[in-house]
């Protein structure tokens, strides 16, 4: 029942959204400088899609994005395994750790300019740095949570170190994984727009501060549409994920 | 199997507790947990564990199961210490299977997995492995339910799987931790049945654990009954009630005699 209302409501709520805009940018007469029309803003996305270097700037987008988030799945996953299995080392390195997560990466972005260049690579970094902790950070609470019983249960079958990380620890660690990664591809599409922003000369992040130069704002309207859509499926690519990596969770279960 | 030499008339000890003793250390003062426990338990023997809470039973089956180090006394099993130092000894734990409270199934595997899971722990080839988990889930009383998540399954379902992953590896010994704990009275009695049977074709010795009097006298060939603060031996009573029992038995006189004596046994610790 409010599976089916959902499909319904939706778009039914974005429908109204828009209209809202739309009047109230006709009511008030708002100029299209500061806010234009959904319409304007449809056409605008159309025309870019029509112009062949739209498609070269999305593509370094995806490509700094897919592959800073892939970095720091792997060395996520890596550090977060290493930590949870080894107290000691996580009681040592977490000052270290708690410091860099609370630093504002952003603020690092001139310099990975200056060690990295202008091009796509200081946005991959960026990318890879910001998707990195909660990752990581996931990854070690899961292998920490393990149950009593199912440490009872390794245990008494008098199970190796690694036959218990491999059986037992990592796949209890899956679902928070999961979760960490879904905040990490968000993460890692602001990592690499913003670093587009601040140095460069392509992507879609560079598009949309280039567009505001030339006062096209409808354009520049058109790109954070790109911007939006883009982000979207990288989402859903990752949420995805999960009923592949996890279908016997509780949380796979519900949704048949 | 190993059995071919023939058996002696009078049944070897196949676990031996000598003195063993636990005692916890909490922010102050020592606790202790249990004290001077001594016993011998034959080769294919049903001993029961019974107290009520805070006697140490649980302590004393994770003591023999190898997962708790007793802070004094040794255990021995088929003549060999389960403890070497701080290490335990591999073929000791190799004859011993565990069935805790919970079933404590993996959520990540399918039923066949987590039966088949202390095989593939010693290298035992995947088909080998699914065919064994096919037959110990008839022995169970699970057969169709090999490819299910566990959380497909009831609660009894689940324990009797639980109970199939412990008889996976052929242990000889079998240590049941309040087993049926948490199921309903109607699917008790029916695993107390299953278990006598499994036992039966089984041959293993078994360890149960349980606060329940009436499973203790329908299970046991002797009940351990243990008094609290600091856990300690009470009585051991030896139940001589034929084989195979069935559910009834528990309305036979004797049945009943056994149960009333540890009733006001039990009663006159509180």
Same mark, same amino acid.
């Given at each position: 029942?409010?599976?089916?209302?959902?499909?319904i409501?939706?778009?039914?709520?974005?429908?109204?959204?828009v209209?809202?805009w739309?009047?109230?940018?006709?009511?008030?007469e708002?100029?299209?400088?500061?806010?234009?029309?959904?319409?304007?803003?449809?056409?605008?996305t159309?025309?870019?899609?029509?112009?062949?270097?739209?498609?070269?700037?999305?593509?370094?987008t995806?490509?700094?994005?897919?592959?800073g988030?892939?970095?720091?799945?792997?060395?996520?996953?890596?550090?977060?395994?290493?930590?949870?299995k080894?107290?000691?080392?996580?009681?040592?390195?977490?000052?270290?750790?708690v410091?860099?997560?609370?630093?504002?990466?952003?603020?690092?972005?001139?310099?990975?300019?200056?060690?990295f260049g202008?091009?796509?690579?200081?946005?991959?970094?960026?990318?890879?740095?910001i998707?990195?902790?909660?990752?990581m950070?996931?990854?070690i609470l899961?292998?920490?949570?393990?149950?009593?019983?199912?440490?009872?249960?390794?245990?008494?079958?008098?199970?190796?170190?690694?036959?218990?990380f491999?059986?037992?620890?990592?796949?209890?660690?899956?679902?928070?994984?999961?979760?960490?990664?879904?905040?990490?591809?968000?993460?890692a599409?602001?990592?690499?727009i913003?670093?587009?922003y601040l140095?460069?000369?392509? /992507?879609?992040?560079y598009?949309?501060?280039?567009?505001?130069?030339?006062?096209?704002v409808?354009?520049?309207?058109?790109?954070?549409?790109?911007?939006t859509?883009?982000?979207l499926?990288l989402?859903?690519l990752?949420?995805?994920?999960?009923r592949?990596?996890?279908?016997?969770?509780?949380?796979?279960?519900?949704?048949? | 199997m190993?059995?071919?030499?023939?058996?002696p008339v009078e049944?070897?000890?196949?676990?031996?507790?000598?003195?063993?003793?636990?005692?916890?250390?909490?922010?102050?003062?020592?606790?202790?947990?249990?004290?001077?426990?001594?016993?011998?338990?034959?080769?294919?023997e049903?001993?029961?564990?019974?107290?009520?809470?805070?006697?140490?039973k649980?302590?004393l089956?994770?003591?023999?199961a190898?997962?708790?180090?007793?802070?004094?006394?040794?255990?021995?099993?088929?003549?060999?210490?389960?403890?070497?130092?701080?290490?335990?000894?591999?073929?000791?734990?190799?004859?011993?299977?565990?069935?805790f409270?919970?079933?404590?199934?993996?959520?990540?595997?399918t039923?066949?997995?987590?039966?088949?899971?202390?095989?593939?722990?010693?290298?035992?080839?995947?088909?080998? !492995? !699914?065919?064994?988990?096919?037959?110990?889930?008839?022995?169970?009383?699970?057969?169709?339910?090999?490819?299910?998540?566990? !959380?497909e399954?009831?609660?009894?379902?689940r324990q009797?799987?639980?109970?199939?992953?412990?008889l996976s590896c052929?242990?000889?010994?079998?240590?049941?931790?309040?087993p049926? /704990?948490?199921?309903?009275?109607?699917?008790?009695?029916?695993?107390n049945?299953?278990?006598q !049977?499994?036992?039966i074709?089984s041959?293993?010795t078994?360890?149960?654990?349980?606060h329940?009097?009436?499973?203790?006298v329908?299970?046991a060939?002797?009940?351990l009954?243990?008094?609290?603060?600091?856990?300690?031996?009470?009585?051991?009573t030896?139940i001589?009630i034929?084989r195979?029992?069935?559910?009834?038995?528990?309305?036979?006189p004797?049945?009943?005699?056994?149960?009333?004596?540890?009733?006001?046994?039990?009663?006159?610790?509180?």
């Amino acid at each position: 029942m409010s599976r089916h209302t959902a499909w319904i409501a939706t778009p039914l709520l974005l429908a109204a959204l828009v209209l809202i805009w739309d009047l109230y940018v006709r009511v008030f007469e708002v100029s299209p400088f500061i806010l234009p029309s959904p319409l304007e803003v449809w056409d605008a996305t159309v025309l870019l899609l029509s112009q062949p270097r739209t498609y070269g700037h999305i593509w370094v987008t995806l490509f700094e994005t897919v592959a800073g988030f892939i970095i720091a799945v792997v060395v996520g996953i890596g550090f977060g395994a290493l930590l949870g299995k080894i107290p000691w080392l996580e009681r040592t390195l977490n000052p270290l750790i708690v410091g860099l997560q609370v630093m504002p990466k952003v603020a690092l972005i001139p310099l990975f300019i200056v060690w990295f260049g202008f091009g796509m690579t200081s946005k991959v970094v960026l990318a890879a740095v910001i998707a990195f902790f909660p990752i990581m950070t996931n990854t070690i609470l899961g292998i920490k949570s393990v149950e009593r019983g199912h440490r009872d249960v390794m245990q008494s079958l008098n199970a190796s170190a690694w036959a218990t990380f491999r059986d037992v620890e990592l796949p209890n660690a899956l679902p928070f994984i999961l979760t960490g990664m879904e905040v990490g591809i968000v993460l890692a599409t602001i990592g690499a727009i913003v670093g587009e922003y601040l140095g460069g000369s392509q /992507g879609l992040g560079y598009m949309a501060v280039a567009t505001l130069n030339a006062f096209d704002v409808k354009a520049m309207f058109g790109v954070i549409m790109l911007l939006t859509a883009l982000g979207l499926i990288l989402y859903f690519l990752v949420v995805m994920l999960r009923r592949y990596v996890t279908p016997w969770h509780e949380s796979v279960a519900g949704q048949h | 199997m190993a059995e071919d030499t023939p058996q002696p008339v009078e049944k070897p000890a196949k676990i031996r507790l000598t003195d063993i003793a636990q005692r916890y250390k909490t922010r102050d003062i020592d606790v202790l947990a249990l004290t001077d426990v001594n016993l011998e338990i034959a080769q294919g023997e049903f001993l029961v564990l019974l107290g009520p809470s805070g006697c140490g039973k649980t302590t004393l089956l994770r003591i023999i199961a190898g997962l708790l180090r007793s802070t004094g006394g040794s255990v021995e099993v088929s003549g060999q210490q389960l403890w070497n130092g701080r290490e335990r000894n591999d073929a000791v734990m190799q004859e011993l299977g565990v069935v805790f409270q919970d079933a404590n199934l993996f959520p990540w595997m399918t039923i066949e997995d987590n039966i088949a899971l202390p095989l593939k722990l010693r290298g035992v080839p995947k088909a080998e !492995r !699914r065919r064994r988990a096919g037959e110990l889930c008839e022995l169970v009383g699970i057969k169709g339910f090999e490819k299910r998540w566990p !959380r497909e399954l009831s609660g009894g379902m689940r324990q009797r799987a639980a109970i199939a992953r412990a008889l996976s590896c052929k242990p000889q010994i079998l240590l049941m931790d309040e087993p049926f /704990g948490a199921l309903d009275a109607m699917t008790r009695d029916q695993m107390n049945l299953e278990l006598q !049977r499994i036992w039966i074709e089984s041959g293993c010795t078994v360890i149960l654990v349980t606060h329940s009097i009436r499973e203790a006298v329908f299970l046991a060939d002797r009940v351990l009954l243990l008094s609290p603060r600091p856990g300690r031996m009470d009585t051991l009573t030896s139940i001589d009630i034929e084989r195979p029992r069935s559910i009834y038995v528990q309305s036979t006189p004797e049945f009943q005699k056994h149960e009333l004596e540890l009733r006001q046994r039990l009663d006159s610790f509180a």
